[in-house]
């Protein structure tokens, strides 16, 4: 058996199987799909603390007082930060905030402005 059995995106079964060249199907949810216009649309989904989608670009607001490290003072709620990158990790967002400078924040601590 030569070809490369995938694991289905809906169920996780291992038992899906290559029907055609470009799709494959799973037996158990009869869920059929290219891998390939897969890959293309999965990306790094991140959502603010309301289950809003964020997106790069985007602006948000920080709903609670954050303390910074090696600063006296917090970064306060309410603050709007803009232009936003998303990135993996714990903490998903990247951004520049006026006063701190380069910031990594979680986003369950905005929310999209």
Known sequence: MSEELK????CASSY???????VYVCPECTHEW???ELQESQGLLVKDS???ILHDGDAVIIIK???VK???SPIK????VKNIKLVEGDHNIDCK???FGAMALKSEFVKKA
Do not use: R
């Open 16 to 22: 899906a199987y290559m029907m055609s060249e470009t």
């Open 7 to 10: 694991q289905c995106p809906q």
């Open 77 to 80: 709620a309410g603050t709007k």
């Open 97 to 99: 905030i006026d006063g």
């Open 65 to 67: 007082n954050l303390p």
């Open 34 to 36: 290219n891998p390939a």
């Open 50 to 52: 309301n289950g809003n």
């Open 70 to 72: 090696g600063s006296s």
